[in-house]
């Protein structure tokens, strides 16, 4: 299983808001999480983690917040942090295919490598979007017990995914960096942003493993929330 990757993959990622932004004393800041699999029982770890994150120092002047609640997607009310549980096991639901042409768009960079290099815009190819997709499946339902073990031909995805072609609509390559306290130095994380028109045949073949990858997301770095994107037919 990790014979192309060094480590398995974090069974958890972060969802913040893109873009710079100055946050003012006092204000509330909010953002998302994924928790997958197994790492559901672990939540209270979790909160209290953020928790003393917060409480040490935010960002590279370690400048001190406090964790207010939290809550799971869809709820309205606030939990208490000092109380957090465990949650059971939530799915997700996948809808059947769209018709007609349906709009893939990148909100945060999709890094993808083929031959050692990153691919720019021009070389994306659906093929690599789905090579990464289904590779990223894969791992976390082997190690975290996502769902059914879902039966899954690669190479043929791959011969299938290599005949699609998308169209490029406003993608385009954008420049992130972020700051690494545990290497003590900045990294830069640039990546493809931006909507690329997906065919029919492609949802044909692809649908639910696409639709998966809204909450997963897909190619390197995920974890730090990089790969996210949203399908949608307008």
């Known amino acids: 299983m990790l014979r192309r990757s060094p480590a ?3 069974p958890l990622l972060i969802e913040a808001p893109w873009g710079v932004r100055r946050l003012e004393a006092g204000e509330t800041f909010e953002f998302s999480m994924v928790i997958m699999g197994r790492a559901l029982h672990a939540l209270p770890l979790i909160v ?3 928790a003393h994150t917060c409480s040490g120092g935010m960002g590279g002047k370690r400048v001190p917040a406090v964790l207010v609640g939290y809550r799971a997607e869809g709820e309205m009310c606030w939990r ?5 549980t465990a949650y059971a096991a939530m799915g997700v639901t996948i809808p059947a295919a769209p018709h007609g042409p349906t709009h893939i768009r ?3 960079p999709f890094r993808a490598r083929k031959d050692g290099a990153l691919c720019s815009p021009r070389d994306l190819r659906f093929r690599e979007l789905i090579s990464h997709l289904q590779r990223r499946w894969g791992l976390l339902q082997a190690f975290h017990e996502i769902g059914r073990p879902w039966e899954w031909d690669y190479q043929h995805a791959l011969e299938q995914a ?3 072609s998308w169209e490029p609509l406003d993608a385009h390559w954008v420049d992130w960096s972020r700051y690494s306290s545990r290497q003590k130095q900045s990294m830069q ?8 028109r997906i065919p029919d045949e492609a949802l044909a073949k692809f649908w639910p493993l696409l639709y998966l990858g809204q909450w997963i997301h897909v190619g390197k770095n995920a974890s730090f929330g990089l790969g996210r994107y ?5």
């Open 8 to 10: 398995a993959p974090h």
């Open 48 to 50: 209290l983690a953020w």
């Open 80 to 84: 208490d942090p000092m109380a957090a």
């Open 106 to 108: 990148f909100a945060t």
């Open 162 to 164: 290599a005949e699609i």
């Open 189 to 196: 994380l640039g990546g493809v942003v931006g909507t690329y």
């Open 230 to 234: 949203t399908l949608s037919n307008t």
